[in-house]
């Protein structure tokens, strides 16, 4: 138990300084050794810190030791980063934590094989696909796998939950055909970028209605308490899901496209983030032992999180506003911080010494 929580303490450590390095990336005033990783911000935040966070629900899935690597693999290659080691060291373990979570994520489909045990290895080797693209091709051609990871691997959560509807065999079939689709958009994009984006937006696009055409959200926001919570962070983030890809549908996501830090905000912060609110109280408590209660006062990190996204889009043409929004952005995840802080209680299970 020391183990897993000591990295979970060092993932939560690292999302601050990648939130940090973001705001520092638009100019705002932040420490030397800050604004000397502001070009990384993406790096820390996906491959690094939800490689870590992802890679640790795995382990505890699997309960086996070596599950841990990945986790450790990432945040060490997150240190390396931050501590200005050689970039080719940091890509390399970040390589590595993400091709161990594949393996691990293979045994754990090989104990139930279903589609989304399948879909969360092929989440995976997305992960490892963006990295080593960005070892390749740099980080604009990284950025659709890396995306692809975090989209993949909820769709596959709530694909897990969505049998409680027993979707009709056409949405498992069509769930199938935009894994597809998203695939071969990873393996167009480092040679037609353009076109590669595009076709991932459509793929995106797809994930969007599927999953608001399917998940259990829509029938649990009838539900009082926190299933009603879940459902507004899970309804509210595949629409921001949807306005990203129409948005990328529309060239945003090509580097140099005034529209592009929106859209990526509106999937990252938007959909991503929105998911993690939901999901945190039903995660936390699996990883820590702790209780998390809820109250009311944990829709307001998720109101201050899409109001501050929205101004962040309208803002696409003034620059001052950007920064006002995204220092809101990182306001609104230091409440839920905060939040889910003062949420914690005792262990819900005492073992003996």
Known sequence: ????????????????????????????????????????????????????????????????????????????????????????????????????????????????????????????????????????AGTAAALPGWLAFLVLTIAAERLELSRLLTPPPRARRAMVGLVSVMVAALSVTPFALEAGLRLFALALLGVALWLVRYDVARRTIRLPGLPRYIALCLLGGYGWLAACAIAALGGALVPGDPWRDATIHMLTLGFIMAMVFGHAPVIVPALTGLRVRFHAAWYLPLLALFCSLLLRVAAVDDFGRRVLAAELNGAALALFIFVLLCSLTRRARHHPE
């Open 1 to 136: 138990m020391i183990v897993p929580l000591a990295l979970l303490l060092a993932a939560a450590c690292l999302l601050p300084l990648g939130v940090m390095a973001g705001l520092a990336r638009l100019g705002v005033a932040m420490p030397a050794a800050i604004t000397l990783q502001a070009g990384w911000h993406g790096v820390l935040m996906i491959p690094v810190f939800f490689t870590a966070l992802i890679g640790l629900e795995r382990a505890k899935a699997w309960g086996r030791w070596p599950g841990l690597l990945a986790p450790l693999a990432a945040l060490t290659g997150g240190g390396a980063l931050l501590s200005g080691a050689p970039l080719a060291v940091v890509q390399w373990l970040l390589a590595l934590a993400a091709l161990w979570l594949a393996v691990v994520s293979a045994i754990l489909a090989r104990r139930q094989l279903a589609l989304f045990t399948v879909l969360l290895v092929v989440a995976a080797l997305c992960d490892a696909v963006g990295t080593l693209t960005w070892i390749r």
